[in-house]
């Protein structure tokens, strides 16, 4: 499948994994691009700039194909030292990065310069218009559907792709809610040049996390997740469990960030990836867990999201034109 997105950024297959705490490591993205994907390797869970220098050699070590690096830019009471973060992305001569969160506009100044693809992850058409009139290469699109922050205007991938795709005219990456070809083969018709999936590259070998959160995900249904920090303005997708529950509980009574601060922290939320204690914090997880029944390789899950896609367009859509051999040849005879 040749699309705007495969010309622009070099890559086999119209497929992103995007950037997410904790799992977005070395091993994940280097499987994701050695099967012909996008990756991102998350900034941010890397402790230090330094480290995350390591981590881009570790993976260079294990693909000698294309990657990026996530930075995702949110407001903090002490925030991370975001510029060096940059400066390391920069220095390493990673060719894509995607940004999420907030304005890039600082970080734009750093990237465009080196010569580095952006691709911003915004959560409605007017932020993603924004995006664009900054001249980032693309969009990805993360709707009401997405693990982790799908803004506040609860507006679904159905309706949300094909806004931001009569607006604009950079690439789009639709994402949210997608986890098989259907999801794919969706997402290009209703106007994307590719798809962008979190949930679904958690719930594979390579990722780095505990065996048991993955087959969690593979149980799970579409309404065990939950948003969270809604009375924030800060809402988050998470998947639901007693931590989750507890924190809409205190925000519902009027509970402030304080009150929740150590149900939510991240330390909590790392210790369920490393112990596979599904109850032990908060941490992502999207509607699309639903559609998630097995934990392939990336390679396996990226070579059947391809071939069931051509699948879907050469068979059963073509199929619907009446265009098909046995229909031509049923009609023929009368
Ligand atoms: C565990 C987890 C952590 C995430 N962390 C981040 C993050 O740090 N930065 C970010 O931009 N997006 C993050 N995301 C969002 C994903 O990059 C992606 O946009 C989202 O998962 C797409 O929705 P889906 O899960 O339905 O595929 C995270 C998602 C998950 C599942």
């Known amino acids: 499948m040749r699309t705007r997105f495969t010309e622009l950024f070099g890559v086999e297959h119209?497929?992103?994994?995007?950037?997410?705490?904790?799992?977005?490591?070395?091993?994940?993205?280097?499987?994701?691009?050695?099967?012909?994907?996008?990756?991102?390797?998350?900034?941010?869970?890397?402790?230090?700039?330094?480290?995350?220098?390591?981590?881009?050699a570790r993976c260079r070590e294990l693909t000698d194909r294309p990657f990026g690096v996530n930075l995702t830019i949110l407001p903090a009471i002490s925030p991370p030292p975001y510029i060096e973060y940059a400066q390391v992305i920069v220095e390493s001569g990673v060719p894509f990065v995607e940004t999420a969160g907030n304005n890039p506009t600082e970080f734009l100044a750093l990237f465009k310069p080196a010569g580095i693809k952006v691709i911003h992850k915004a959560t409605s058409v007017r932020h993603a218009l924004k995006a664009q009139s900054l001249g980032v290469d693309a969009v990805s699109i993360d709707g009401f559907d997405c693990a982790g922050h799908p803004g506040e205007d609860d507006v679904p991938g159905l309706v949300l792709i094909p806004r931001a795709a009569e607006e604009l005219e950079c690439v789009l990456i639709a994402s949210g809610g997608i986890a098989d070809a259907r999801g794919l083969v969706a997402a290009l018709s209703l106007g994307a040049d590719a798809a962008n999936m979190g949930t679904r590259f958690m719930c594979t070998v390579e990722s780095p996390i505990h065996q048991r959160v993955k087959e969690h995900l593979v149980s799970a249904d579409e309404r065990m997740t939950q948003h969270i920090f809604r009375s924030f303005r800060n809402t988050a997708r998470v998947a639901r469990n007693t931590i989750s529950e507890r924190v809409v509980e205190i925000e519902s009574a009027g509970g402030t960030f304080e009150d929740v601060k150590d149900l939510v922290s991240g330390q909590r939320g790392k210790l369920v990836y490393e112990t596979g204690d599904t109850e032990a914090g908060i941490w992502g997880a999207g509607l699309c867990q639903a559609l998630i029944h097995d934990i392939p390789t990336c390679a396996e899950l990226v070579a059947r999201m391809v071939s069931e896609a051509e699948e879907i367009i050469s068979g059963r859509l073509v199929s619907l034109l009446g265009h098909d051999d046995t229909l031509i040849a049923a009609r023929a005879t009368g």
């Open 14 to 56: 119209p497929i992103v994994q995007g950037g997410m705490q904790w799992v977005g490591r070395a091993e994940l993205v280097a499987a994701v691009a050695n099967a012909g994907a996008l990756g991102h390797i998350t900034a941010l869970t890397q402790p230090t700039p330094e480290a995350l220098a390591g981590e881009i």
